[in-house]
């Protein structure tokens, strides 16, 4: 059975970083592309970004330039490094599968505040 677990999240102030981990068990990780999706209050979830098992990325008009996803074949984890962070990127964060097949982990809450 698969597992996602994200981590990284926290508070920080707007033009601020954070890095997001994702770790991967089971086969998904090493099947399929992986990307990194966002829900925010009252919204619903949105892709942010996604890496491809050959390493080609592909991002959100909204996060373009300013994340970077990558991903450790090794270790079966997916990172989101995220700069100039903006009151908008406050959001729950989640990985999965790009399209999404597995059940989602807890998420990790990412806020933007000053």
């Known amino acids: 059975q698969v597992q996602l677990v994200e981590s990284g999240g926290g508070l920080v102030q707007p033009g601020g970083s954070l890095r997001l981990s994702c770790t991967a068990s089971?086969?998904?990780?090493?099947?399929?592309?992986m990307g990194w999706y966002r829900q925010a209050p009252g919204k619903q979830r949105e892709f942010v970004a996604v890496i491809t098992r050959v390493s080609i990325t592909n991002y959100a008009d909204s996060v373009k330039g300013r994340f970077t996803i990558s991903r450790d074949n090794a270790e079966n984890t997916v990172n989101l490094q995220m700069n100039s962070l903006k009151l908008d990127d406050t959001a729950v964060y989640y990985c999965?599968?790009?399209?999404?097949?597995?059940?989602w982990g807890q998420g990790t809450q990412v806020t933007v505040s000053s």
């Open positions: 999965n599968s790009v399209p999404p097949r597995s059940a």
């Open positions: 089971g086969s998904i990780f090493s099947s399929y592309a």
